[in-house]
């Protein structure tokens, strides 16, 4: 693809698999919180926290208060979202292809960031799933630290200032129509949408992929 400087990533659900570091986070907080000897009963309860859960689009509220009351399970936290993100960077992995994609992408294009969270974190996401270092200080962005989130387009206008390049220069991917593509597509990038859970219906021409590996085909 022509005249494109800077591709910019979404971080959960995009580079990082987050439906299995969150999966393995309840179940850590599961097992430290419950004395559930029954492993059927104890899958059960973990697998409604992941639809609860909703890819991490619902306060972290909503899921402790449907412990109590689907499970009478009261969680020792009284700020729950506080102490998620506390944990959650422990157990961060990568999706399987996407060190390999973000190596081969770095020798033609400059290589950012663009997530939403808190700033500690998401830099320890990051860095325990091994690829801060893969990314210049300036070019990781993250929305905890800015006063304005995804999809606000002052965000994605900031990442590309930061490369150097103009809007039409640069490309995002990531995995939610209601921050990333919507907020890439306003603020006049190429917005690229990666659904990887399966085959979802999108009657748009934004361009979509379902691995990251796709994206090597593209640029």
Known sequence: MKDIKAIFFDFDDT??????YAYNCYRAILKENTDIQDPILFETILQDCMLWDEKGNVNKKYVKDMLKKAWNIELPFE????????????????????REVLEELKKKYKIGIITNGPSEGQRKKLKS????????????IVSGEWPFAKPDVRLFHAACERAGVLPEEAVHVGDLFSRDVIGAYNAGMTPVWIWTQGVRKNETDIITIHFLKELLDLF
């Open 15 to 20: 580079l990082g698999n987050r439906e299995v």
């Open 79 to 98: 700020d729950f979202n506080t102490y998620w993100d506390s944990r959650l960077w422990e157990f961060a992995e990568l999706l399987p292809d996407a």
């Open 129 to 140: 799933a091994g690829i801060y270092d893969m990314f210049d200080e300036d070019l990781i």
